[in-house]
């Protein structure tokens, strides 16, 4: 007989730690299905990193399985792990398939995917997080087309004089400190421009001094309260021979041969609209419940869950927080199938609610220096700032650590794999 399906769609951080959590629950009714469009497990957190330090952009593109093989088992974590509930077995090896294909849309027993072929689904979890807008949002990439483009980013970094980033959240400030701090493109003339008057303007103002301070240190020129004008068809792809005008909305400009554009992503909704378009808010993200089941205006779909950067749970966009979510998400649909086998009517149980954590952030600021910020507490007014201790930072950004986790079958000559 087969087994039914809990379908996960996204493989970054949010939906590999679903995975993580709801595979050792149901393993032995459900099969556990990772729906992600992407060749390859992206380490976000380096991307900034590569564009400016080379030799290593390879190591942040991370197979889900072994070659020749759409096993995803070996990549998390806990399926590998001995567990009280299996008699310290190891969970089958075969608990989890992983298909590489878009969702493009969802009905109520089905996903479908972008080859025309679909998925039934008992329960559904969408952590498609954040993306491109429109239908790019929705395309999948292979490593090599992602080597390529970071490749393509360091020739364009190595070739420019004068580069100014677009956005002054964590990605554009990592950005402009990592090229500041790094030997071979430390004397470029870098200018970081953000829209508001904070940088990192989530996040209580302690931070934002904390960021501007190490920019001046850096000297990096920071142009604040300032709304870029994108030209029609973009600013040039490559770094132009002369300086050309950035232009402001309100009057002004500055001027470069480089723009990066830093700022924010849209999120990846759009394949919900099919089955609940009531659940998705005028910004795009997906409504949920405490229980983090979508909102919808009907009577809803209790099978279907959300969580991540796109579902707007009030907690801030991050990977700890959603870690936190996982686990809520996971303990639910326990619970549901449990209530189930006893024949006790799901409107009757009481479900685990996510409570939104203060926001947080692990914040590299060049290759030497790095902090760890929480907004303050009712309680106290102050901000928790810890600095890591000097030398601690990884070049890397982490992917080696990446790899042992997620690919403990591979070796360290295998990230070209």
């Keep these: 007989m087969n087994k039914p399906n809990v379908v996960v769609i996204g493989g970054s951080y949010v939906g590999c730690k679903v995975v993580d959590e709801i595979t050792p629950r149901v393993y032995k009714t459900h099969n556990v299905v990772l729906i992600e469009k992407n060749s390859h497990f992206r380490h976000l957190f380096a991307f900034p990193r590569i564009h400016a ?3 290593f952009e390879q190591k942040a593109f991370i197979p889900y399985s072994a070659p020749g093989s759409n096993n995803a088992s070996a990549f998390v974590a806990s399926v590998d792990a001995h567990i009280e509930e299996t008699n310290n077995t190891q969970l089958p090896s075969d608990s989890i398939q992983i298909i590489h294909e878009a969702a ?17 689904y008992d329960f559904l979890v969408l952590a ?8 790019e949002g929705l395309v999948g990439q292979d490593k090599k087309t992602g080597v390529e483009i970071a490749r393509f980013h360091q020739e364009n970094v190595k070739k420019a004089r004068n580069i100014v980033i677009v956005g002054g959240g964590a990605y554009g400030i990592q950005l402009a400190t990592d090229l500041k701090t790094h030997e071979p493109t430390r004397s470029k003339k870098v200018t970081l421009i953000h829209s508001r008057p904070h940088l990192l303007n989530r996040f209580h103002e302690g931070l934002h001094e904390i960021a501007l301070n190490r920019c001046k240190e850096l000297g990096i020129d920071v142009v604040l309260d300032k709304r870029v004008v994108i030209p029609q068809g973009g600013f040039p792809l490559r770094t132009t021979k002369e300086d050309f005008d950035i232009d402001f909305v309100a009057g002004g400009s500055v001027r470069g041969d480089l723009v990066i554009l830093c700022t924010g992503s849209t999120p990846l909704s759009s394949p ?4 609940a378009p009531s659940a998705i808010d005028k910004h795009g993200f997906i409504r949920v419940k405490p229980t983090l089941q979508i909102d919808t205006d009907t009577l ?8 991540g950067d796109v579902a ?10 959603a870690v936190v979510q996982a686990a809520v998400v996971a303990r639910n649909i326990e619970k549901i199938l449990q209530a189930r086998m006893a024949g006790q009517p799901e ?6 609610e996510y409570k939104p954590d203060l926001a947080g952030i692990h914040l590299s600021l060049g290759l030497d220096s790095s902090l760890k910020f929480r907004n303050p507490t009712p309680g106290n007014p102050s901000p928790m700032v810890s600095w890591d201790q000097p030398g601690s930072q990884k070049l890397d950004s982490g992917c080696a650590k990446m790899w042992t986790m997620r690919a403990p079958w591979a070796g360290k000559d295998s990230y070209h794999l």
Excluded: M
């Design 300 to 307: 809803g779909f209790p099978n279907v869950f959300a969580l």
């Design 53 to 55: 330090v080379t030799g």
């Design 347 to 352: 409107p009757d149980l009481v479900l685990d």
């Design 104 to 120: 493009t849309s969802i009905l109520p027993d089905k996903v479908i995917l972008g080859a025309g072929t679909s998925i039934p």
């Design 312 to 321: 707007d749970t009030g907690a801030h966009k991050a990977a700890r927080p």
């Design 128 to 135: 498609t997080g954040t993306g491109r807008p429109g239908p």
């Design 272 to 275: 919900l609209l099919s089955l």
